[in-house]
Structure formats: structure tokens, C-alpha cells
């Protein structure tokens, strides 16, 4: 069976109102019409996407008003496939980003099936300069994206591992000769150790003490500039309130999946107590392949119509950042956002998103929102991490935001104006922590990154080797960040400005040194148990004095920080636990080396983090927020 004709849209005078067309086919009701209408007068949405998030419509009656209101035939491009050399000579990218699709040349003139009609006349220019004549055709949205993949998987899925430039890329990172620099490096020093042992110790020791005095004077400044602003902020009257938005945006979350068991029911249920409103919320569901666990606890489930799924198709690499450079395509708002499996987001963190992007200049290109864990009692590893992480999103990060210094993103509770990603070129794939770089990329091109105060709630990792696992990805990925942007360290200063090169270079070299090189400041532990040390002798007593001080005002600093992170009322009872963080970061040199080798042996290697395992301590947590 051949497709019909198409016929030429229908001219604007002529077009009757969708919903006028719904009413008379008795395919809505009334009352449902009149709440849709009035919420697309104050939101960015469509009407059929309203009454199809609410479900108000039949997506087969919907499709019928839609091809009479603009006299254009709706086709099925899962029964007449595509001409892939249309679709190529727009680019599949492209098309998905459009929502639109080239089908068939009929005649002198080639027929492109939109699901978003109201946009077509916009977009027609260009596809004439394209095609020639065009004729518009109708089909759904998911149609289309199913057709797209089945015919253009493989450029779209090297597009995802290509997107950033190779020159802010880590994917010519080559091991074996990291591995060759290395051993050339280590013979003299061995060599050295031999013939003059206390020499490359010594030097190695100045490096530890220079990177920790570093380190610890920014970690100071920073507490002190985010603490100057809480006495500011707390004196001064209330600020006036955002400007009234217009009509609120399309909100795209993305949220990456691998190996989840059961996630449906949960992320429904977490996503849901969102209280943006739903036809605004194009939530997609990231998979792989591959991952067949996944995909069949998905399978199951009916997931409501602004969560979607978007399977990510095989491919030697397998990575966080390569699936989002994949979704990117699917999504359709002007804002993305970026969720972990187990997050669980306050109910009015979109809205909070929405104004301060409204209330921003396009400069601010991201908002970082706040990780807190709902299983901070877990034992004594999860009460640690949950200090660390305390101490770093509502001190640290909002520190170096007031220093005007580059941001390094944490991976979840992100968001984005979609044209300055987009022209970043979204993730680097092969970087294992794409979020710290990404952060670093958005500094260099003139975009600034801001902390919100809104809180996502996660697991902590609580379990010993899986903390190590994660964190060794993490400096991991910090090692890689560092020398993908000091490939052109000159290009790099002018980028950034030297405020902003220093504190990178602290922020990276300095972190990746102290957790590589801490246990050489540990090891004078020996001398206070009475025990010899094999620098004792070549060190004069000042020099010991003030290793001791400096190491006893680190830890004075970081207990400082801690204090100021767990002053809240929530985080309270971990005061006592703040200075146990001195046994804490060892696990952290422990993970330095195991990424030592994974940088050389398996670069691009994802470390996968297990979550679900405190689940019961999450539904606790939201029975007790729940209102009385």
C-alpha cells in the first residue's frame, strides 16, 4: 500500500483553532480545553502537548485536528521509510533538534513531516534553500525520532563522541606514551634515590608543603568570602523579587541510567513531587543499549507522558558525558538540566532554576544546585561524605564563586542555557569527570557558572571500596582535565585571566598533588611516636617546626570550613564527627593511586557507583517532610 497525496498546508486565514477542532470531534472536554488554554497563555507549550500531558487527548485524535487545522496528511515513517540522502543533507543532528523530518521527494517537491507545525514557516526558508519546493507532512514526535535512528544511528552515535573539539578534548589522550614519559621519569628519580636518598625526598616534601600552603590559603578564602556574604546577606533588607516571567520555559531533564534495578516507580515518584508544571517538563530517560537490566525494569512501566526514554545505540565507548551528548539531540526545552538515578530534588528547585535564569544576563550559562544525602547516618563513612560534600557545595564552591574563579560542576543538579552548551559542543565523552571540565570550558569562553541555593538529595557511598572506586574516577578525571587545558598553557592565561589560571592551577594541580603526595607529609607522624625518619637528619629543627604547623593549621582550616558547612539545623549533629575527617581523606591517597594507573591502563574506563541501597532512608526522609 503506497501513502496518499499531501496536500499544501492550509493558508492562515483559513486555519481554524485547534481546539475549536477538538471540541466539535468531541475529542476533548470542555472544561479540560479551557484549563489547557489557560495555561498556554502563561507557558511555552504547545496546546497538544498540554492536553497530552494531562492526558486530555488521544495522541491519534490529536493528529487528526492537527492535519485539518493545517491540511497536511499525517504519514507513518515506520511503514514508508525515509530517503536517508534527504535526512543527510540536513543533517540527522539537526532534524531531531527541528522536530521535523525530510520523507520523500514527490513530484518536483520533497515532503518533510514535522511534528511541531507551528514552527514550520520559520524554518521553511531553509529547507527551501535545501529542496526547493517542500510540502509539510505531520507525524508524531516519537515517530519521527524512531525514524531518525533507525536510519541515521551511526553518524548521530559518532556525533556524541566527537562533539567537543579535539582541542578541548581528552580523546587523543594516548596511554602508552603517558606510560613511556612516566618511566623516564621515575628511572632518575629511583636512580637518585639510590645515589642521594634524601635529595628526591626533600624535593618531593618542598612540592607537598608549597601545594598544601596553596590549597589551604584558598580553601581559607574561600570560607571566609562565602561567610562575609551570609553576614552581608543576613543584614540586609529583603531584595526585591524577580520580574514576572512572561510565559514560563519548556524544561529538558536528562537523567543517565545503567544498571538500575526497579528505577521506575522511584524516579516517578521522586521527579513527581516537582512542582513545575508537567506539560513544561520533558524529562528523558537516558539508557544504554546494552544494558539490559535497565531497559527491562523500564519496559514495564507506564511512565507518564513528560518522562521519555532514549536508548543510547552500541558503541566502544561507554560513557556519562557520550549518553548526554547523545540525548541532547531528543530534548525540548531551553533549558536542560541534569539528574543522577537516585536524586531526589526539592519540589520547587525548577522554578528556582527558571527565575534566576530570567533574573541572569546569557552569561550565566549554569546553575549549580546543592548535593545533600538522605542517608547521612548511615555509619561513619556516610557521615564524612556527607561533611565533605556540605563543605564543598555550601561553602567552597560558593567561596570561589564570590573570588570570581572558575567553577569545577558537580555531575547532578546542573543546568544550562541550551544555545551556550550547544555551542560549547556539550560533553567531552571521554572525559570520566565531564563535569569539572565542562565547568573549566564554560570559564575559557566567557561564560560564568552560579551556586543556587536548592538542595537535591542522593545516597551517599557509604561502603569503603566503592568510595574508593569513585573517587579514584573522579582524580581520574581531574588529571585528565588538567592536561587537556594546559596543552596551551599561554592560550589558557589569556582565556581565563591569571586570577582564574591561578586558581586552576590550585584547584587541579594542587588537589591531585595533595592526595598523591599526602602520605609523604604523614609519614612524619613517625618522629612524634619516636621513630626514625629517613629526612629527620637533613631537616634543622625550624624546618620540622613549621612542617608541624602547617600541617597542624590544614587540619585547623578544613575543621573550620567543616563547622561552617554543618552549622544548619539538618546537619547539626555531625559537628562531632568534623574533625574525624583527618581519618577520612587517607581512602582519598588510596583512590589517587588506583587512578594513577587507571590513567595510564584505562583512561577512559567508567567506574560505575551502585545506588539504590538506602532507599528505605530516602521514604523516611520524604514521610517526615510531608506536611501534617
Not at 578 to 605: D, H
Request: aromatic residues 8%; glycine residues 8%; contains cysteine.
Amino acid at each position: 500500500m503506497r501513502p496518499g497525496p499531501v496536500p499544501r498546508s492550509a493558508r492562515a486565514t483559513d486555519r481554524r483553532p485547534l481546539g475549536q477542532i477538538l471540541l466539535e470531534a468531541g475529542a476533548v472536554d470542555p472544561g479540560n480545553l479551557v484549563k489547557a488554554l489557560a495555561m498556554q497563555a502563561r507557558e511555552a507549550a504547545r496546546l497538544g502537548d498540554i492536553l497530552l500531558a494531562h492526558d486530555w487527548v488521544a495522541e491519534a485524535d490529536l493528529m487528526q485536528a492537527l492535519s485539518l487545522q493545517w491540511g497536511a496528511a499525517a504519514i507513518d515513517p515506520a511503514r514508508f521509510r525515509p530517503d536517508p540522502r534527504l535526512i543527510d543533507r540536513l543533517g540527522p543532528d539537526w532534524c531531531l533538534r527541528q522536530g521535523l523530518l525530510p520523507w520523500r521527494q514527490v513530484g518536483g517537491a520533497t515532503v518533510v513531516a514535522t511534528a511541531r507545525p507551528n514552527d514550520f514557516a520559520r524554518i521553511r526558508p531553509e529547507l527551501e534553500a535545501q529542496f526547493g519546493t517542500v510540502l509539510m507532512a505531520l507525524a508524531a514526535e516519537r515517530d519521527l525520532h524512531a525514524a531518525l535512528l533507525d536510519t541515521r544511528q551511526s553518524a548521530l552515535n559518532i556525533r556524541a563522541e566527537t562533539l567537543v573539539p579535539e582541542r578541548e578534548s581528552c580523546r587523543m589522550w594516548d596511554g602508552d606514551r603517558l606510560r613511556r614519559l612516566g618511566l623516564w621519569a621515575v628511572l632518575p628519580v629511583l636512580a637518585m634515590l639510590v645515589l642521594a636518598p634524601g635529595l628526591p625526598l626533600a624535593v618531593l616534601l618542598g612540592w607537598t608543603a608549597l601545594t598544601l600552603v596553596a590549597a589551604t590559603g584558598l580553601k581559607l578564602a574561600a570560607a571566609i568570602a562565602e561567610l562575609r556574604h551570609r553576614h552581608r546577606d543576613g543584614a540586609a533588607p529583603p531584595a526585591a523579587g524577580p520580574a514576572s516571567i512572561a510565559r514560563l520555559p519548556v524544561v529538558s531533564l536528562m537523567i543517565p541510567l545503567f544498571q538500575e534495578c526497579d528505577i521506575a516507580c522511584r524516579l516517578v515518584t521522586r521527579l513527581g513531587r516537582l512542582d513545575y508544571p508537567k506539560e513544561l517538563l520533558d524529562v528523558l530517560l537516558v539508557v544504554e543499549e546494552e544494558d539490559a537490566m535497565t531497559r527491562a525494569a523500564l519496559a514495564g512501566a507506564r511512565l507518564p507522558r513528560w518522562m521519555r526514554l532514549v536508548v543510547v545505540p552500541k558503541g566502544p565507548l561507554k560513557t556519562k558525558p557520550r549518553a548526554l551528548n547523545f540525548a541532547l539531540n531528543f530534548c525540548r526545552g531551553s533549558l536542560i538540566g541534569i539528574y543522577d538515578a537516585e536524586d531526589a530534588p526539592e519540589a520547587g528547585q525548577i522554578h528556582h532554576v527558571v527565575r534566576r535564569f530570567h533574573a541572569r544576563g546569557p552569561e550565566v550559562a549554569c546553575l549549580q544546585g546543592v548535593l545533600d544525602f538522605y542517608n547521612p547516618a548511615s555509619n561513619w563513612l556516610a557521615r564524612c561524605f556527607t561533611i565533605e560534600y556540605a563543605t564543598w557545595f555550601r561553602v567552597l564552591l560558593p567561596g570561589l564563586q564570590r573570588l570570581g574563579l572558575a567553577i569545577p560542576l558537580g555531575g547532578t543538579t546542573l543546568f544550562f542555557r541550551r544555545e551556550a552548551l550547544e555551542k560549547l559542543g556539550g560533553w567531552d565523552a571521554h572525559n570520566v569527570t565531564e563535569d569539572a571540565d565542562l565547568g573549566i570550558r564554560l570559564a575559557r569562553h566567557g561564560y560564568r557558572a552560579e551556586l543556587l541555593a536548592t538542595v537535591t538529595e542522593e545516597e551517599a557511598n557509604c561502603r569503603a571500596w566503592p568510595w574508593v572506586r569513585q573517587r579514584s574516577r573522579w582524580l581520574k578525571g581531574y588529571a585528565m582535565t588538567y592536561g587537556v587545558h594546559m596543552r596551551d598553557p599561554v592560550l589558557l592565561w589569556r582565556q581565563l585571566g591569571p586570577w582564574k589560571f591561578a586558581g586552576f592551577q590550585i584547584l587541579f594541580l594542587c588537589t591531585l598533588s595533595q592526595f598523591l603526595l599526602a602520605p609523604l607529609m604523614w609519614s612524619f607522624w613517625l618522629l612524634a611516636l619516636g621513630l626514625w625518619h629517613p629526612l629527620a637528619a637533613a631537616l634543622p629543627g625550624p624546618a620540622l617546626t613549621g612542617l608541624a604547623v602547617l600541617f597542624l593549621s590544614a587540619e585547623a582550616v578544613n575543621i573550620f570550613a567543616g563547622l561552617i558547612a554543618v552549622n544548619g539545623p539538618r546537619h547539626r549533629f555531625l559537628r562531632l564527627w568534623v574533625p574525624t575527617l583527618a581519618l577520612y581523606f587517607p581512602l582519598g591517597a588510596l583512590a589517587a593511586y588506583k587512578a594513577l594507573y587507571e590513567l595510564i591502563a584505562q583512561p577512559f574506563y567508567w567506574d560505575k557507583t551502585a545506588h539504590g541501597l538506602h532507599d528505605a532512608a530516602e521514604a523516611k526522609l520524604a514521610e517526615l517532610a510531608e506536611p501534617a
